[in-house]
């Protein structure tokens, strides 16, 4: 089983996007950190990268300051630089196409038409990397996506939102304890109920 060594949460830097569906990959990262912080946040290769200590293991919370289509560049640059290998990695990041609150963990596959992901996907040249995907909703207006995203969650969502990153947090604590077969069996499994 690989072990976990490196955490890339996805998001956009500056004050505007803080906020944002798009940011709750970094949203996650906050809670990690407030969960296992081991040490100082720190600038390194266009990202903030602080070190978490979950079950004794350090691993590297990862926020690229690339904006989220470049995500690739500052992924690839930190892993290079402290020895990272692809199945050590994890990926955090939103989901238009999961509802709000679900979370679901994969162990590889497409971008589905996230950019941060297919940039990360196209530095690495793999999509054989770990992921942990947050469901953010989409509006009854297809075209809207872009705005969507980039807009943030309502007073209602947020009770949903926020048990999502909890879990999430969980998750990666799973993932880092026990491996993402077992996180996949736990988190994965709440699906919506079928229609009577």
């Known amino acids: 089983m690989a072990s976990l060594r490196l955490v890339a949460a996805l998001g956009n830097p500056g004050r505007q996007y803080r906020d944002t569906r798009h940011n709750v990959g970094f949203m996650v990262a906050s809670e990690i950190l407030r969960r296992w912080r081991g040490g100082a946040e720190r600038t390194e290769d266009r990202a903030i990268v602080a070190s978490a200590r979950i079950g004794g293991e350090a691993v590297l919370v990862v926020q690229p300051q690339t904006f989220m289509n470049l995500s690739g560049d500052a992924v690839e640059a930190v892993a290079r630089r402290h020895g990272v290998e692809t199945q050590e990695m994890l990926l955090v990041y939103d989901d238009a196409d999961l509802p709000i609150g679900r979370i679901r ?72 304890h026990e491996g993402i077969a077992a996180a996949m069996n736990r988190f994965n499994r709440r699906e919506t109920a079928p229609e009577c």
């Open 105 to 176: 963990i994969r162990t590889g596959g497409g971008a589905g038409g996230h950019r941060g992901v297919a940039s990360i996907i196209d530095r690495l040249g793999t999509d054989r990397i770990m992921r942990i995907r947050l469901g953010i909703g989409r509006s009854e207006d297809e075209d809207d996506l872009a705005d969507r995203v980039l807009s943030p969650f309502t007073r209602d969502e947020m009770p949903a939102v926020r048990t999502m990153i909890e879990e999430a947090a969980e998750a990666v604590g799973m993932i880092a």
